[in-house]
């Protein structure tokens, strides 16, 4: 995971996962580090993802998942400090953003 300040890198965050974890975990995972790193750190964030299940869940009223209603209970707590939007693609937005100066992380 990256953090993109004024369109610069300033941050990068790898985590393993164990073997039996769902890449729809990592996304949320993401989603929830962000989201403590914005009240942490007290500035605003727009979090991209091209995760789409990842936001229904986040949306949804009537999830039993623990680790889903953990995540939604952190971006609650964030209140008006993170933005979270979908992407239809990932790499098609970043290719968009940096046509010409890509960071050395792309």
């Given at each position: ?8 890198n300033i941050q990068?965050?790898?985590f393993k996962l ?25 500035v605003k964030v ?61």
């Amino acid at each position: 995971m990256c953090i993109l300040k004024d369109e610069n890198n300033i941050q990068n965050h790898l985590f393993k996962l164990n073997i039996f974890n769902l890449v729809f975990q990592a996304e949320l995972a993401a989603i929830e580090f962000s989201a403590n790193w914005a009240v942490k750190e007290k500035v605003k964030v727009n979090i991209h993802t091209d995760s789409l299940s990842s936001i229904s869940a986040i949306n949804s009223a009537n999830t039993r998942s623990e680790f889903v209603n953990k995540v939604k209970s952190n971006i609650f707590k964030a209140k008006n400090m993170v933005g979270l939007s979908w992407l239809k693609s990932m790499w098609e937005f970043l290719e968009t953003n940096w046509p010409t100066n890509k960071p050395n992380w792309l």
